[in-house]
């Protein structure tokens, strides 16, 4: 057997074994259910895992902007002449930092215990203007909340209330600086309801006594029983179901804090949001594929039928208090756990809510680009790489006897302001990120890598058996001509046995007919006669 023989078996021998063993792999998916499990085990809050340090400290940067929407014709709206005008002022941006504290692991790891102060820190190069100078119009939230407080009193309480207030100079509306209205300032109006009860705190502002304060003690599934509990809440501050909404269904504590979610996520599940400003949870729905900084995101975000009425989501009617008192769509009332004045969120600029309330307001834009609230999440790891909370906080304005001040009020759902809380992770993070699955796509893809090759050595040996063949071929031809020059050859040098036309009838003839050359009758070489 010659070298190229055996190198053509050779290749043909583990062409044909990287071909088996490949398809073998691929159809048994061996590596693939190897790296799920891999990862699986390896992402979860146990207290020796990789992730633990970065859930604890996470490293991309959050910032919260603040945006107020300044009234313009205040005087002509109480007056019953004209809708509220209003033009948004801001952003006002603070560095938002959110360390977890306290963190203590319970039962044999299986649970993690952990509160998320948070403080903030402003950022001018980033706002538009200072909060401490920059004024805003807006409501008299105290004035509101004390009315809607002595709704149920007396129309003799209400107007002597209204008198009292009305002497102090305490309007609708007020007008403040953007640091008081969201850090806090000491309000006249609470500072004599203080006086006369002590439990009532004298300051107002909308983020008062929240810089550097939690929102609660949660308890979170580590994901060593089951990765699909990963980040899951268990309980907040100490209960596993609220009790403000008529409805267990509505009181249920449900899915993650927003921070990260289980691994091998589908693009059909929905998935679930504990948001402790809204008192409820939320879900969010695969909308589209996104990539950021090179690495590949689904994007989900909350549906039209989260803040959707019971007649178009009835899952929703639990969160009407009391029953049956349902706000319209997009909008939800949550005073119920906020004491106070009447407070509804929405997304901002109403995006996604009824065209009347969008219409009751001169000056609401609401668009999909800069409203929508959205989790950009990596689907192998389960890993917010781009997020978008956007929330807006409104009031209640409505008739209310004995308050003459509001006697040309419809009822209104007046907008304050929205945050928009985002965070994007760092490059850091990201070649981190990219790298890891880069590594999971090769190992995943191993048996497609083994089949490539052995298709490589399929090429090759096709390749190798033809070209042995025509060198086969080859062969023969040089042979055949090699032949032919060696017979060529002997015929120059053979002499020819002579042909006359004339009988030989006689010895003359053949004694005197000079030898000629003629038709050769021979192919064996003859002696020449002589004469």
């Not at 006594?209 to 899951?232: A, C, L, R």
């Not at 509505?250 to 289980?262: A, E, K, P, Q, R």
């Not at 589209?288 to 975000?301: H, L, M, N, Q, S």
């Not at 590594?439 to 191993?446: A, D, E, H």
């Amino acid at each position: 057997m010659t070298r190229r023989s055996c190198a053509i078996y050779a290749t043909g021998i583990v062409c044909a074994h990287l071909l088996i063993l490949g398809i073998a792999l691929l159809v048994a998916q061996v590596f693939q259910t190897m790296i799920q499990e891999r990862i699986k085990k390896e992402i979860t809050l146990a207290e020796n895992s990789r992730v633990l340090e970065g859930w604890i400290n996470p490293p991309p940067p959050v910032y919260m902007q603040y945006f107020f929407f300044n009234v313009t014709n205040s005087d002509e709206f109480l007056a019953g002449k004209e809708k509220p005008k209003v033009t948004q002022i801001g952003p006002y941006t603070y560095r938002e930092y959110r360390p977890r504290e306290n963190v203590t692991f319970l039962e044999n790891g299986t649970k993690i215990f952990a509160t998320n102060p948070k403080s903030f820190v402003f950022l001018r190069n980033m706002s538009s203007g200072d909060p401490a100078v920059d004024r805003v119009i807006t409501v008299n939230i105290p004035f509101i909340a004390v009315m809607n407080e002595l709704n149920s009193y007396s129309f003799f309480l209400r107007s002597a209330v209204s008198m009292w207030m009305g002497s102090m100079g305490i309007e609708v509306f007020m007008n403040r600086t953007v640091h008081e209205v969201l850090w806090g300032f000491k309000d006249p109006l609470l500072s004599k309801l203080h006086a006369m009860r002590p439990e009532v705190d004298e300051h107002f502002g909308l983020m008062y006594n929240k810089n550097g304060t939690h929102e609660g003690e949660f308890v979170f599934h580590t994901g060593e029983k089951n990765y699909m509990d990963y980040g899951k809440i268990d309980t907040w501050n100490g209960i596993s179901q609220m009790n403000w909404w008529s409805s267990n269904q509505s009181n249920m504590i449900n899915g993650t804090d927003g921070s990260v979610f289980h691994t091998f996520l589908s693009r059909k599940e929905l998935l679930y949001i504990f948001a402790a400003d809204l008192c409820r949870s939320i879900h969010l729905a695969y909308v589209a594929d996104k990539e950021v900084k090179g690495i590949p995101a689904f994007r989900f975000a909350p549906p039209s039928d989260v803040l959707a009425p019971p007649d178009e989501n009835p899952s929703n009617a639990g969160f009407c208090v009391p029953a049956g008192d349902c706000l319209g769509k997009g909008v939800l009332k949550v005073s119920v756990c906020r004491q106070g004045a009447p407070i509804v969120v929405s997304f901002p600029h109403f995006y996604q809510a009824d065209k009347r309330y969008i219409n009751a307001i001169d000056g609401m834009n609401p668009n999909e680009e800069e409203h929508e609230t959205y989790l950009d999440i990596n689907p192998t790891t389960g890993v917010p790489i781009r997020a978008c909370k956007r929330a807006q906080l409104n009031v209640i304005l409505k008739r209310v006897s004995g308050f003459p001040k509001t006697k040309f009020l419809n009822e209104t759902i007046f907008p304050i302001m929205y945050v928009n809380e985002t965070a994007t992770i760092d490059d850091e993070s990201a070649a981190q990120m990219r790298m890891l699955l880069l590594i999971v796509t090769v190992m995943s893809n191993f048996p497609v890598i083994i089949v490539g090759l052995g298709v490589i050595l399929l090429v090759v040996l096709i390749f190798l058996v033809c070209r042995n063949r025509q060198r086969k071929n080859e062969v023969k031809r040089i042979d055949f001509t090699e032949a032919f020059h060696s017979f060529a050859t002997t015929k120059d040098e053979t002499a020819y046995t002579q042909v006359s036309n004339q009988a030989e009838d006689s010895p003359e003839n053949r004694t005197n007919q000079p030898l000629r050359n003629g038709s050769y009758i021979a192919m064996s070489p003859v002696e020449a006669q002589k004469c």
